[in-house]
């Protein structure tokens, strides 16, 4: 079977993570979460007591990081440093050091042999903010997943709250505006839709509807392949 590659880019808080996933379980692809990349940066930074600003100092520590991706019962799990800090890594203020690391060129560098090596040994699902424009050009399928700021908050706001932190909807609302203006406007990959990506908009959509609508499209777009 020729080995397939699916790009999903998108702004924070489409559900790219979420639908990622159950794509990649429902094909027998294998998933990898971008994203957690730059949060484990992001949190090694963190714990540093490192300015998300200070772009010296973050470059100058990155040699002391090894990031590295982990299977276990086909969930993902993100190592650093050979901790699993897959739930560390979920809160809001790693998601602000997550967006300043993931505009500095050297981070970007850091990490791309490591994703594309993932996409070059196995079929993958792989989401994030530039795949399908910088990391994987040549993905069989690219998808660029939004929706509305206003739902991102709101989908946001309500898995952060059952996960037991204290946040507003104003502030998560806020962030993922912020976010979207750094992804958007920065120099190096911004986020933006590849020029063969199929828009798929999930303002008006629940998490099944939204699955049937991405799964349809990676059929439609590997038939022939």
């Known amino acids: 079977m020729k080995k397939i590659n699916i790009a ?47 772009k010296a100092g973050i470059i ?3 040699d002391g990081i090894e990031v590295d991706l982990k299977y276990i019962e086909g969930t993902q799990h993100v190592m650093l440093n050979g901790e699993d800090v897959s739930d560390k890594i979920r809160t809001e203020e790693i ?3 997550a967006s300043a690391v993931s505009a500095i060129p050297e981070v970007r560098s ?10 070059a040994r196995s079929s993958v699902i ?26 991102r908050a709101e989908r946001r706001y ?12 104003e502030g998560v609302l806020e962030n993922i505006r912020q976010r979207d203006k750094n992804d958007s406007e920065r120099a190096l990959a ?3 839709p590849a020029d063969d990506a199929v828009i798929v908009d999930t303002s008006d959509l629940d998490l099944r509807q939204s699955f049937e609508l991405m799964k349809k499209v990676i059929m439609e777009k590997t038939a022939n392949v």
Not at 158 to 168: F, N, R, S, Y
């Open 110 to 119: 850091f990490l791309l042999d490591l994703q594309r090596n993932l996409a």
């Open 8 to 54: 999903i880019d998108g702004p924070s808080g489409a559900g790219k993570s979420t639908l990622a996933k159950q794509l990649a379980a429902d094909f027998g692809y294998i998933y990898v979460d971008t994203g957690a990349m730059y949060r484990s940066i992001g949190l090694y930074v963190c714990r540093k007591n490192i300015a998300a600003d200070d």
């Open 158 to 169: 309500k898995e952060l709250i059952e996960k037991g932190q204290k946040v507003t909807f």
């Open 126 to 151: 792989m989401d994030g903010r530039d795949i399908g424009t910088v990391i994987l050009p040549d993905a069989e399928v690219k998808i660029f997943l939004t929706a509305s700021d206003c739902k």
């Open 60 to 62: 100058g520590c990155l």
């Open 95 to 97: 998601s602000k050091y």
């Open 190 to 192: 911004p986020l933006k």
